[in-house]
């Protein structure tokens, strides 16, 4: 079983930054494929991010130049850094891991944008 927990969520004003980070559990975690998903409200799930093991990295258009996701693997840990950041954004941010052929979710960590 592998925990996941994100972290780094808040109100922010449009054009403002946020980091997020999410802390997964486990000694094989620099083989982990990590995702980051948002879901707004009346949404469906969506992917914003992810990075394989290899250190890939893929970006949904709608983020694409404005987020960068990054690991830290002696710390177990995937970060999205959000510049520019727009009322679209706000969403509720999960992280997501993915070993062996399982996904495990973290809880989800609230991003509001708004002025």
């Known amino acids: 079983q592998v925990q996941v927990v994100e972290s780094g969520g808040g109100l922010v004003q449009p054009g403002g930054s946020l980091r997020l980070s999410c802390a997964a559990s486990?000694?094989?975690?620099?083989?982990?494929?990590m995702y980051w998903y948002r879901q707004a409200p009346g949404k469906q799930r969506e992917l914003v991010a992810f990075?394989?093991?290899?250190?890939?990295?893929n970006y949904a258009d709608s983020v694409k130049g404005r987020c960068t996701i990054s690991r830290d693997n002696p710390k177990n840990t995937v970060h999205l850094q959000m510049n520019s950041l727009k009322p679209d954004d706000t969403a509720v941010y999960y992280c997501?891991?993915?070993?062996?052929?399982?996904?495990?979710w973290g809880q989800g960590t609230q991003v509001t944008v708004s002025s």
């Open positions: 486990g000694s094989m975690f620099s083989t982990y494929a």
């Open positions: 997501n891991a993915a070993t062996r052929g399982r996904n495990y």
């Open positions: 990075i394989t093991s290899s250190g890939s990295t």
